[in-house]
């Protein structure tokens, strides 16, 4: 990435988003302390990175927000019928990840809310490492969700290799963990689920690409949705030349 595209994204979190963020808590919270929530998130804030001025939004929200978990979650949640979708609403399902850990079930479902919004691909990460097998069940669920940015979180949440994020060292080791997530998956008629899937299973060729390849060649590659999963997650295999890769294609 150029240093004009890192710029770029940085402006996603730029002193005007932050003051459009006091305007809009402000709406639903009046007692909002808009000075101190500036003066903590302004702080050096042109030497941040993109994702550290996320997180330094998350910060100012927390120290600006009622104390008690849930009832702050009760602002956000208002907060996110009102800020535009995209990038910044990342915010939401961050502030969850770093403060809600300890109230877990409710914590899962309001980033299941929050998924909508934007996504909480990063935040529901912080739960897989905090009890990998209690998110796993839950997210199996999502898999089988109606709403498709819900399913896609089941898939791109529990990457092992996810961008912009840490690894999950466990699925990174034994990928079948993840494994009822992805058959649930495997023939969805959203796009925007399938290229999550794909990019998970390309993730897991890069450790495992035997796994992935006996995986596939249970699925029905018959089915159109399942063919463009496969294609697009052998990718890395095919650039590669491995035989049994372009075999499937």
Do not use: C
Request: hydrophobic share 45%.
């Amino acid at each position: 990435m150029s240093d004009t595209e890192t710029t770029a994204l940085k402006e996603i979190f730029n002193e005007r988003r932050f003051r459009d963020m006091t305007l809009n808590v402000k709406a639903v919270y009046p007692p909002f302390d808009t000075r101190r929530f500036l003066k903590i998130s302004l702080a050096g804030l042109d030497d941040l990175t993109l994702m550290q001025r996320l997180r330094r939004m998350t910060q100012a929200l927390h120290a600006t927000l009622p104390a008690d978990y849930r009832q702050a979650l009760e602002v956000l949640r208002a907060l996110a019928m009102r800020i535009e979708k995209g990038f910044s609403t990342l915010v939401l399902p961050d502030y969850v990840g770093q403060y809600g850990q300890d109230d877990f079930d409710v914590s899962m479902e309001t980033l299941k809310f929050f998924t909508a919004f934007g996504s909480s691909e990063f935040a529901v990460r912080e739960f897989l490492r905090k009890d990998l097998t209690r998110a796993l069940a839950i997210m199996t669920v999502w898999s089988r969700d109606d709403s498709d940015a819900v399913r896609r979180l089941a898939s791109e949440g529990s990457r092992p290799r996810l961008p912009w994020s840490f690894r999950l060292d466990a699925i990174l080791a034994d990928p079948s963990l993840a494994a009822p997530i992805l058959e649930n998956l495997r023939s969805d008629t959203s796009l925007y689920v399938r290229k999550s899937v794909a990019n998970h299973l390309n993730d897991v060729t890069k450790s495992h690409p035997d796994w992935v390849l006996d995986r596939l060649a249970t699925w029905p590659i018959e089915n159109v949705h399942t063919a463009w999963i496969a294609k697009r997650a052998l990718r890395s295999l095919i650039k590669a030349g491995n035989g049994r890769a372009l075999a499937v294609i």
